[in-house]
């Protein structure tokens, strides 16, 4: 009779072990099928991104975008009428933190990904993710919808050198490398939910840093406007004395050649009026600075690919000078005087 007890008590714990593994069959077959990503239905991967052959600026400073690849990823889920209804949104970031608080390095071993980080924006909302912490992050509202649901995750992901020690590597880092993974929960089941990981694609590509295309011949450009009459400039807009100037280049063959001009005497200005010096004695006036009729505004110093203001002046093998032309612009009542304004320009090769 003992030996009867024990055998009907281990018939009941396998009982309760294949019952366990029921529900946990079941639970995992709902999970594969609550949404689908058409185009990209393996649950362990995610569209790659790459970055296309990067260009290394010869002096890009830590923080700089060196290169920006997008992805999008359409979704399509069951309707969801239980409970509180819908479905959550969620990015879960899989990075190390650095020195920028937006940007993230990935942990695996080899110098070069020690030397750039990765910036991830949501191109609907503009949001940018805290990029490490493993900790989902809300990606987008919920969907309240109980109905079927379609719709795409869209993100942008920015190269950004972190290190000078970039300088010293052979190849940018490659992949497959997994950065953060997306997905879709159940907001009735929080524990229900489907995911796709972000990767870096598997195409390697040399470092081949970028060396300065063109010399100044004039590196510092004196313009001499005439003298006008105060009445030549009578109301504000108007303009006088256009003078010509050119910024002369030596160039060889191999990138494209940016510009921006900064208003030494005010760096923040971004509008298309030079300030004057402080030891200019005319008043209402300031001095305008023109490319090919067109009003120059200005940035800030710097070579960074999309600077604020910067501007296209073509490839660097067909470039030898840059012509301007300077005038007098009226910006109120004006009294004569004296008339001192100094800008920089500083070219970037992209």
Known sequence: MKFHA???AIDALKFIIL?????????QHAHGQMCNFPGNNNASSFPHFTFNNPSLPFDAPDGAVLATATIEQPFECQAAPDGIGGYSLEYTPMLHATQFPDV???GGSGNM????GYRVTNMATGKVFNPSGNAPQE?????TSTKPVTGSFRAKIELIKISDNLYNVKEWPYGPLQIGNFRIRKRAQPDVYNYRYLTLGSKRENIKPMPESCTIVNSSVDVRLPPVSSGKLGHVGASAGETGFNIGLNCRAGSNVYVTLTDLT????TGDQLTLTQDSTAKGVKLRI???GQPVRYGPDSRL??????????PSVSTSNIPLTAQYVADGPVSGGTVKGVATFTMSYQ
Do not use: E, K
């Open 6 to 8: 024990n055998n009907r």
């Open 19 to 27: 019952l366990f593994f029921s529900w946990i069959g079941v639970n």
């Open 104 to 106: 993230g390095r990935y």
């Open 113 to 116: 990904h020690w030397y750039v």
């Open 139 to 143: 990606w987008a509202p919920p969907i």
């Open 266 to 269: 005010d760096p923040g200005n």
């Open 290 to 292: 023109s490319r090919n």
């Open 305 to 314: 690919p999309g600077n604020p203001n910067q501007w296209y002046v073509g």
